[in-house]
């Protein structure tokens, strides 16, 4: 397949030579054959010239649910891949939230077979204990053998030092990477929202910031004694960041995430109490959501990611103590992020992270294989449940207003560009 990209602007801030530049670019069986100001070709290929277009290397999303197996009814793999692609993204890492949880090197293999062929990269995280339970350590070795890129209990703190010790130092054997949710579940308790004013003014059983902070400095505590590679995923906090900072500064290999929606919202919007907004960890203040906009700029924060959890209706529209928390993001990650950092800081941020995976480092220069996402960063619109391609519909930001368009992916010698 010949693809032909007319009059696209780079936005690589890697690439010092297109960065910010207009070109043409000929893409041929999937690899980057052409880029100049103009290129005319003969013969048969497709055509791709669009209002505004940018192009970036493909975005990567850090954390990511599906369903299947076992709740098919939310999201199956193939169709929530093409979610993926159609929002912009060639690469997601899978969350170990199906049922049964993937402990085991086959449950990996079933992972990797579902996504052959399709347009994005799955690649799937194994649970780090047996059925998620925190008890035993799963098949690590045999799971990394099998394509997993680290090991998540999904959404579960890591209760038992102990067990968190051996896994990182067993991990140090063949470069695993351990997940800890940072989560205490001694202080959290039964809350459920950020321990605020606005908390108590709403009768809902608080979550403070120090659950999470507790178990931040304890992870990292054990990071310095046993050495390995740490990350922590969806953090929340102004505090969190700056534990962090000072544990990169001393050398450790520890890296974070924070949730788009975690640094767009306060627990401001709960006053209506709407379960679209209950998430885990909690939408905080303000104080800490820029404290994390802040450690995003200086890279003491990783990578961003959508955080995307679908569930059923019947999950979220209920009354807000017995909903589930979750929301879908993959749709609006990119529109979000773009009103809240200048273009170029959005693609870095939505491009870092394949490294810490041990994935392919990719290039958009000649000879480089195509792995590209196309887009309009100027065009504002409001996102309505008709934007929603996923098949579960829990998502906070409908009816919220979106700065840039997706136009698709180009990606394993395919594509999926919208008219």
């Given at each position: 397949m010949k693809i032909?990209?007319?009059?696209?602007?780079?936005?690589?801030?890697?690439?010092?030579?297109?960065?910010?530049?207009?070109?043409?670019?000929?893409?041929?069986?999937?690899?980057?054959?052409?880029?100049a100001p103009k290129i005319e070709e003969t013969g048969k290929f497709q055509l791709i010239e669009k209002k505004n277009l940018h192009i970036s290397l493909g975005w990567f999303d850090s954390s990511v649910s599906f369903g299947e197996p076992g709740y098919e009814e939310r999201?199956?793999?193939a169709h929530g891949l093409d979610v993926a692609a159609r929002s912009g993204f060639t690469d997601i890492v899978l969350n170990p939230n199906t049922n049964p949880v993937p402990d085991s090197s086959s449950d990996i293999v079933f992972f990797k077979n579902a996504a052959k062929g399709c347009l994005a990269n799955l690649h799937p995280l194994g649970a780090l204990t047996v059925k998620c339970e925190g008890k035993d350590l799963a098949e690590l070795y045999d799971m990394k053998n099998a394509g997993a890129v680290g090991y998540y209990d999904f959404k579960r703190p890591v209760e038992n030092s102990n067990l968190l010790k051996i896994a990182l130092q067993y991990v140090q054997n063949f470069d695993g990477l351990v997940y800890s949710f940072p989560l205490n579940k001694n202080i959290s308790g039964k809350g459920i929202v950020n321990e605020s004013e606005v908390s108590t003014r709403l009768g809902l059983k608080g979550l403070p910031n120090i659950s999470e902070e507790l178990q931040v400095q304890r992870d990292l505590t054990l990071l310095e004694y046993t050495g390995g590679k740490l990350h922590i995923p969806t953090i929340s906090t102004a505090k969190s960041v700056g534990l962090i900072r000072a544990a990169k500064k001393n050398g450790l290999?520890?890296?974070?995430?924070?949730?788009?929606?975690?640094?767009?919202?306060?627990?401001?919007?709960?006053?209506?109490?709407?379960?679209?907004?209950?998430?885990?960890?909690?939408?905080?203040?303000?104080?800490?959501?820029?404290?994390?906009?802040?450690?995003?700029?200086?890279?003491?924060?990783?990578?961003?990611?959508?955080?995307?959890?679908?569930?059923?209706?019947?999950?979220?529209?209920?009354?807000?103590?017995?909903?589930?928390?979750?929301?879908?993001?993959?749709?609006?990650?990119?529109?979000?992020?773009?009103?809240?950092?200048e273009l170029p800081t959005v693609i870095d941020l939505l491009t870092r992270g394949r490294e810490r995976y041990g994935l392919e480092t990719i290039r958009l220069s000649e000879g480089s294989r195509a792995s590209l996402t196309l887009f309009d960063p100027d065009k504002h619109w409001v996102f309505n449940e008709k934007d929603i391609y996923s098949t579960s519909k829990n998502c906070m930001f409908v009816g919220a207003e979106l700065k840039g368009l997706v136009y698709g992916i180009i990606n394993n010698g395919q594509m999926n560009i919208r008219e």
């Open positions: 032909l990209i007319k009059s696209a602007k780079i936005v690589d801030q890697t690439n010092r030579e297109l960065h910010l530049k207009k070109r043409d670019i000929l893409i041929r069986n999937g690899i980057i054959e052409k880029i999201e199956t793999i290999d520890v890296s974070c995430s924070v949730a788009v929606h975690n640094l767009f919202l306060t627990d401001s919007v709960l006053e209506n109490f709407d379960s679209s907004f209950k998430v885990m960890p909690p939408l905080r203040t303000k104080t800490d959501t820029e404290a994390l906009i802040t450690g995003l700029k200086e890279g003491v924060v990783d990578y961003i990611c959508s955080d995307h959890l679908p569930l059923n209706i019947e999950e979220k529209h209920r009354e807000f103590d017995n909903a589930t928390p979750g929301s879908i993001g993959l749709e609006t990650a990119f529109g979000i992020s773009n009103r809240l950092f």
